[in-house]
């Protein structure tokens, strides 16, 4: 039951993560660019993520999923720190703003496709048919509590930040993910 626990703050934590960055990354995007720069963004989006599901499949026969799992977590810290200091800065702002907007829909696809991967591991078929319903419990109610914390936040910070205060989600989830692997 401790596994089922800890997968569930996990997937709940990574969602209530893209609940923050994503409306914030759409509505920076559409307040600078407005939705006829959507469809190249969508192309964009597609390309970026076939690239980076073929590494990521080379990858993943070289390197242990704990490992590349960890590294999607640092990394992915690094990078919305890195989004939040240029946004609130207006740096590059139009590139930056692409580019925030394709790694959030990367970030989206890397991380839970690694947690079903995660989960498929974690449980055998009997223990997923049982359990897998009340894992994906955490899914929705971290995309409620990630809606919701978004648009409490943008009344008091600047859309800037969020990425910033996401962070502080992911570096939980770095340490559920060490625990989960040593069961």
Same mark, same amino acid.
């Given at each position: 039951?401790?596994?089922?626990?800890?997968?569930?703050?996990?997937?709940? $934590?990574?969602?209530? =993560?893209? #609940?923050?960055?994503?409306?914030?990354?759409?509505?920076?995007? $559409?307040?600078?660019?407005?939705?006829?720069?959507?469809?190249?963004?969508?192309?964009?989006?597609?390309?970026?993520?076939?690239?980076?599901?073929?590494?990521?499949? /080379?990858?993943? =026969?070289?390197?242990?999923?704990?490992?590349?799992?960890?590294?999607? $977590?640092?990394?992915?810290?690094?990078?919305?720190?890195?989004?939040?200091?240029?946004?609130? %800065?207006?740096? &590059?702002?139009?590139?930056?703003?692409?580019?925030?907007?394709? &790694?959030?829909?990367?970030?989206?696809?890397?991380? =839970? @496709?690694? %947690? &079903?991967?995660?989960?498929?591991?974690?449980?055998?078929? /009997?223990?997923?048919?049982?359990? %897998?319903?009340?894992?994906?419990?955490?899914?929705?109610?971290?995309?409620?509590?990630?809606?919701?914390?978004? =648009?409490?936040?943008?009344?008091?910070?600047? @859309?800037?930040? #969020?990425?910033?205060?996401?962070?502080?989600?992911?570096?939980?989830?770095?340490?559920?993910?060490?625990?989960? &692997?040593?069961?």
């Amino acid at each position: 039951m401790q596994r089922a626990l800890l997968m569930q703050f996990y997937i709940f $934590l990574i969602i209530t =993560t893209l #609940l923050v960055v994503k409306p914030t990354a759409n509505a920076m995007f $559409l307040s600078r660019f407005g939705v006829s720069q959507l469809p190249f963004a969508f192309i964009l989006v597609a390309i970026v993520a076939a690239i980076v599901t073929m590494l990521y499949s /080379r990858l993943v =026969t070289k390197v242990e999923l704990n490992k590349i799992m960890d590294r999607t $977590l640092k990394g992915s810290i690094v990078f919305l720190i890195l989004f939040g200091v240029f946004l609130h %800065f207006r740096l &590059w702002q139009d590139f930056v703003l692409y580019l925030f907007y394709i &790694w959030v829909a990367v970030f989206a696809l890397l991380t =839970t @496709s690694q %947690f &079903w991967l995660l989960a498929n591991i974690v449980f055998n078929a /009997r223990q997923a048919k049982r359990l %897998f319903g009340f894992v994906g419990a955490g899914a929705i109610a971290g995309g409620i509590f990630g809606g919701y914390l978004a =648009t409490i936040l943008t009344g008091f910070i600047s @859309s800037a930040y #969020l990425p910033i205060v996401a962070t502080v989600f992911l570096i939980f989830c770095i340490f559920i993910l060490r625990k989960i &692997w040593k069961k």
